[in-house]
Each structure stands twice: as structure tokens, then as C-alpha cells.
């Protein structure tokens, strides 16, 4: 008999992570691979980060520090949501976590569980079901339309509420869309909200700092009167080009934080000293050095759309934030590879791609989205432009 708990053998593992790690093995092997699967910033963290995370090694802040993070961080975090998303917080409301991936699969745990449902607009980030799955709860998943930019509309909010639904999770930048909810949008599914107030929603913003069209708005600055069942999450990974340091944080309820602090304690404790004072760091300076790799971040989403959409069969809109391109491929389904290969689902496309153009992708089918297929462009302009001329090559192989 298996050792393994059915939970744990139940659990998927990221497609993100598999397509990652395939794509360093071919490149180990001697193979020309550019990745553009990894949602990863390839900036350096900012100097004046990594210089309050030196002085912190030097000065000895090697020891443990409280479960729900310093209270200078947790300062440094209430000073940021009151000054740029206009939300009052205070220290009880805020822990520090190893990520905002901690944040958010701890708050399903504190908020849901067995017979509960939580809904998940998709296309969603590939972790969301899995960590429902993970507290015994049910992945409830609306399917959003390409017509909409992949954004959930009140009625499809309404007609997945049931008695059971006890979290939406909201995503916004998105991944792996890039798709941005405005205040409009987010008022509107507001305005459902507030007709089931037991719902508690989950606002994953984590890209909030690369936006490209209009400034970052979250639901709770929108909807304040929705602030006692809202929980925000969002960290330094994306923004400050930081996912190596595992630092993020959840801001909300008490009630809600005290319940991520036991799971916590006992879990992993507190993240790193020297990351919280990196942290500290990120957000008690000018944000210039972000703003810079922002600029970078439009100019290749610029590029990569227009020329994504000059390839026949390829649809793709402009995404507002984020990182990703998350182009319509079905244009290929049931078509031929140059090797006889049956191209039916985005994942076939995806693998046919790795093998034939050395350009590693996620599939959509891996974000609850089968026409689907993400691209980041977090890499070099010279990396898009030769993965554009790649992946032209290719499809022109694929016959229908």
C-alpha cells in the first residue's frame, strides 16, 4: 500500500513549474530554448533592496522574528495600502508570509473546507484549484470569454452563487491573462456581492505595480462597504522583481488574519528576517527603480501583441497589466505537424512548439482555458523577437 495521503496524491503539480523545468532539461541537453513559460521578472532586484538586506546580515538580524512579520514591515505595509490603495488598516490585520502564494492557499485554508464552494473565474492561475482542492473544498470555475478580455461578468457571478459559495477569488492585473478589471467592472460585481454577505473574497493583487493602461484599482478601494469580507493579498515578487526573497502578505478582517496566524505558526513561522527588512526597504522608497521596469514590460507587450496578431490563425488582445500575452490558438486545432503530429489540444500545440520552434509556453488547458496559450514577456526584446520568428516558422508547418 501506498504511503501517500489521498489528499496529497489528489494534488496536480503546476504546469508552470513542469513546462519550466522541461525546458531547462532540453536546454541542459544541448538545446537552443528560449522559456517564455516562467512568470518571472529578469530585472535585479532594485540596489537600495538589496543594500537594506546586506546591512540587515551585517547588523546580526539573523533570528526569528514574530509569526505575523515585524512590526516595522507590517508599518511599512499599513503606510502603503492607506497611501496607494486608500484601505485603513491596522497591525493585527497584516501578516507577512513566504509569498503571496502562502497568503492566498492559507486563506482558503482559514476560510474554506468540506462542502463549501469557492469560485474561480478562468482563465485562472493554475494554483487556485488545486489549493480549493487542497482545504477539502470544491473549485466552483466560471468560464469567461475572450470577447470579455477573460473578465467575469456580474451574471456569470450571480448564476455561480450557491448556498455553499463561500470565497471568490479575484485576480487583477491577471495571470495569466493580463487582463485588468476596472472601476466600472468591479463595481458592478460589487453590486452582486452585496446581496450574499457571507462571501468572502480573496483580491489576489500581486501585479498591481505593472499596469500599462490605466492606474491599479482593487475592489475594496471600489466597493469600501465590502472592506469587513474583503482580504487582499500581494507581495514583492512581481513589482520589485524579488521572487526569489518569499515575500508577500494578506491584509484583512482580524478575525481572518488570526486564523492565518495559527495555520502559520504551525506551518513555516514567519518568512526571512533579511527578506522583511528588504521589504521594509521596498516600501519606504521612491518606487523609480519599478516604474523604469514597467516602461520595459509596455514596450514588450507592445511589441509582442502586434506581432503575435500578424501571425495567420493567432488572436490576441492587449493586456492592461501583468507580464503575459495570452493569445486564442484554435485556429490550429485539428491540423497536422510537420512530423504527422495530431494537434487537438492547446496542449499538443504547446509541446509541438517546444520541439519544433525551442519555445517553451504554457498551455491554456493548464489555466482552465483549452483555447488558450500564455506567453510571458518577462525576457529580453531580442528573446521576443527571435521566439516571434520561432513560432512563425512552426505554425507555418501545421496543416490542416
Known amino acids: ?53 546586506i546591512k540587515a546580515i551585517e547588523d546580526g538580524f539573523h533570528g526569528y522574528t514574530v509569526n505575523a512579520g515585524t512590526i516595522e514591515l507590517r508599518k511599512a505595509i499599513v503606510e502603503k495600502l492607506k497611501r496607494e490603495n486608500y484601505l485603513q488598516y491596522t497591525l493585527d490585520q497584516i501578516i507577512v508570509s513566504n509569498g503571496a502564494k502562502q497568503s492566498i492557499g492559507f486563506a482558503i485554508l482559514a476560510l474554506s473546507g468540506a462542502g463549501d464552494e469557492v469560485i474561480i473565474p478562468a482563465p485562472y492561475w493554475v494554483s487556485y484549484p488545486e489549493m480549493v482542492r487542497f482545504a477539502d473544498a470544491t473549485p466552483v470555475i466560471v468560464s469567461t470569454r475572450f470577447e470579455d ?18 470565497v471568490l477569488i479575484l485576480c487583477s492585473p491577471s495571470n495569466p491573462t493580463g487582463s485588468c478589471y476596472s472601476r466600472d467592472e468591479l463595481a458592478a460585481l460589487a453590486d452582486v456581492l452585496r446581496k450574499y454577505p457571507d462571501i468572502v473574497v480573496i483580491s489576489d493583487e500581486i501585479y498591481e505595480y505593472i499596469v500599462f493602461d490605466a492606474p491599479h484599482v482593487g475592489i475594496g478601494e471600489v466597493a469600501p462597504d465590502l472592506y469587513h469580507r474583503i482580504v487582499v493579498v500581494n507581495g514583492y515578487s512581481k513589482g520589485f522583481a524579488m521572487t526569489g526573497w518569499r515575500l508577500g502578505y494578506l491584509a484583512g478582517p482580524s478575525d481572518v488574519v488570526a486564523a492565518v496566524a495559527k495555520i502559520q505558526s504551525q506551518e513555516t513561522s514567519a518568512p526571512s528576517s533579511i527578506s522583511q527588512k528588504a521589504g521594509e526597504a521596498a516600501y519606504t522608497h521612491p518606487l523609480d527603480q519599478v516604474f523604469e521596469m514597467r516602461k520595459s514590460f509596455q514596450e514588450r507587450r ?19 497589466g501583468a507580464f503575459y500575452a495570452f493569445p486564442d490558438v484554435s485556429a490550429y486545432f485539428g491540423g497536422t505537424g510537420k512530423n504527422g503530429e495530431k494537434i487537438s489540444t492547446s496542449t499538443d500545440l504547446v509541446m509541438y512548439l517546444l520541439e519544433h520552434a525551442g519555445v517553451a509556453m504554457v498551455p491554456g488547458d493548464a489555466f482552465g482555458e483549452p483555447n488558450g496559450m500564455r506567453l510571458s514577456y518577462a525576457t529580453s526584446m531580442e528573446n521576443l523577437k527571435e521566439s516571434v520568428r520561432r513560432i512563425k516558422e512552426a505554425l507555418s508547418g501545421i496543416q490542416k
Not at 532539461?25 to 540596489?47: N, R, Y
Open 1 to 53: 500500500m501506498s504511503p501517500i495521503s489521498p489528499r496529497a496524491a489528489a494534488l496536480s503539480a503546476s504546469e508552470t513549474l513542469k513546462i519550466s523545468a522541461l525546458a531547462k532539461e532540453m536546454q541542459l541537453a544541448g538545446k537552443s530554448v528560449i522559456s517564455l513559460s516562467a512568470g518571472e521578472p529578469d530585472f535585479k532586484t532594485p540596489d537600495y533592496i538589496c543594500e537594506a538586506a
Open 302 to 320: 507592445d511589441y509582442l501583441v502586434k506581432a503575435l496578431n500578424e501571425i495567420p490563425g493567432l488572436k490576441c488582445f492587449s493586456p492592461g
Open 149 to 166: 478580455h477573460y473578465k467575469m461578468t456580474p451574471q456569470q457571478l450571480e448564476s455561480a452563487i450557491t448556498p455553499k459559495t463561500k
